[in-house]
């Protein structure tokens, strides 16, 4: 069952990141595996920083089990990132779009994609799994500190 993909919803079961590795997992969370999608790129750096994001993630002890996937032009796909986790077991997901903002990606490309994956050739493998599909990061006050962080040093300020 695909939560969200038709119809925006809040963030559900998954909490904001812990803000220290050692704040204790709320319960249900450690059932939860994520899988971060991006864009992906030409350029090696577009992979390596979702990789990245995947490790600091994973490194806080919150979820079950983390992913990076790509919308496109890397690997793994989104749907080779879900099988995996399936046929790992793993029957509550959470794909995470690692976008500021919401647009043709985030909205149409990305919601098609995790609906073929359930209709596809692993539809055994994904029926009892429970897939909700997060917002974009969207405006938020941390966003805005880090912009304000990139612009101090730019201007060495």
Aim: net charge negative.
């Amino acid at each position: 069952m695909i939560e969200a993909l038709n119809k925006r919803t809040k963030r559900g079961s998954v909490k904001k990141l812990a803000k220290e590795e050692n704040e204790t997992v709320s319960e249900g969370e450690e059932d939860v595996a994520v899988v971060l999608i991006g864009h992906g790129s030409k350029l090696p750096y577009g992979k390596e920083v979702m990789e990245e994001f995947g490790r600091r993630v994973e490194m806080r002890g919150i979820f079950k089990a983390v992913r990076v996937a790509f919308m496109q032009l890397n690997s793994p796909s989104i749907e080779d990132a879900l099988r995996e986790l399936a046929k790992a077991g793993m029957t509550n997901i959470v794909a995470q779009p690692v976008f500021l903002a919401d647009g043709a990606h985030t909205t149409e490309d990305i919601p098609e994609k995790l609906k073929e994956s359930f209709e596809g050739a692993w539809a055994e493998l994904g029926g009892g799994v429970k897939l909700t599909y997060a917002k974009p990061i969207g405006v938020d006050e941390r966003i805005v500190d880090i912009l304000l962080d990139r612009i101090k040093e730019a201007t060495g300020k």
